[in-house]
């Protein structure tokens, strides 16, 4: 089994498999240094948690991650909290860094004799009509290799070589922009409120997210085509303090700020997520914008579905979950797909030159409102946001 991509999917899949006797081998372009120290993702649905229990992947997060369950709005029309942990199914996120995930999970996979493959970029998948799939790679600085296995797993993201090695017309890719870029940023600097922050605001959406107690999660929603060398940090403080309504509610924790990265809210689906001996999961299946927090905890959970049906066709013959793996995952994607563009809706003001604007941003703020206000929106609310 050869997958590529050694995140969260990739590195799943790996340990899962490895745990029940499949040989597999990853093919990671980064090295080892940069994989583990690309912060991302932090809060884990708590069906994430029950995965990497059931696989005893979870030592790290059950050590240093920390229970959260309450959002707080701030908006044009005064602020309010969700204690969402209270509500709907009465479920947890647990907050623990996805680098220092990756790191467990690659360190778990290498102890139980797991093979890494670092510095090699898979260039093409090849034969996938055949039961004898071939992956081209190339390591800087080395001559080109083939790897060959039975099936191979796509877990590089949405601009790896398992989506660019889909034959045109055997897939459809369903895209949606919305409009909407973030700056995302990290500060080193304790989280301000004991809550998600969103703030609505006139200059645009702010976001705060605890990460660590030392480090925290800004978000500032930015006009399109910018750089983010065009934040100073003076310019990033100045504007988190005026959008999260500092001079309201308090003012925010500062600190240097370590990484700002630009992200267009685009989303896309692969559909379907198997082609022949290749299959997709995670970002490579679907990109999710990051505003409700799903792309993590849905290539976490797919990769435990693919796991399992390739131990099924693999070990025991039993080819039925790798049939339906396609269309079990795609189920859960559309629905996390519905959330984010739920929330990309409840937090944004539709860009002034949008057709009906005024009226969009009318039904944001009757969203809010009734978000606010009716007991059975919030239980709907609670339900989406921790669950995949
Ligand atoms: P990745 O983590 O992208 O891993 C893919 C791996 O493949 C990488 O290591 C890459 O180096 C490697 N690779 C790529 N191309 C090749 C190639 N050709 N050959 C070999 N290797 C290759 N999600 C959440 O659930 N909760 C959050 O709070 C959250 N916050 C986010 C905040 C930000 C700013 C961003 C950008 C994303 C956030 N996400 C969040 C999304 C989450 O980080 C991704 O959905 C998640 O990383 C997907 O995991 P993956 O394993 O599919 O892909």
Redesign the pocket.
Known sequence: MVI???????LVLGNVLLAAGVDCVI????DRAR?AARP????LAPNTVRVLDRHRLAEGLHRHGREHAACEFRTEDGSFRLDYGARGRGERHTVYP?HLLVGDLLAHFQQNGGQVRFG????AVLDTRTSRPRVT?RRADGPPETWQARYVAG???R???ARRSLPPGAFRHHRYDHGVSWL?LLAEAPPSLDAVGYAVHPNGFAGH?ARTSSVTRYYLQTGRGGSPEDWSEARIWRELELRMRAAEHGPLHHGPIVQR?L?DFESDVIEPLRHGSLFL????ASL?C?AA???????VLEAELLAEALVADLLHGEAGGLATYSERCLRYIWRAQEFSHWMVRLLHAAPGDEAGAPFHDALRRSRLDSLRSSRSHQDWFAEHYVGV
């Not at 991302?40 to 809060?43: D, L, N, S, T």
């Not at 999961?281 to 490579?284: K, L, V």
């Open positions: 590529l991509g050694a995140g969260p999917a990739g093919l990671e372009r980064a994989l991302r993702a932090g809060f996805q090699v970029e898979a260039l790679a877990c590089d993201g601009h790896g070589a995302g997210m990265t992200v999961a995670g970002d490579a999710l990051p927090a799903k792309g993590a905890n849905l290539a």
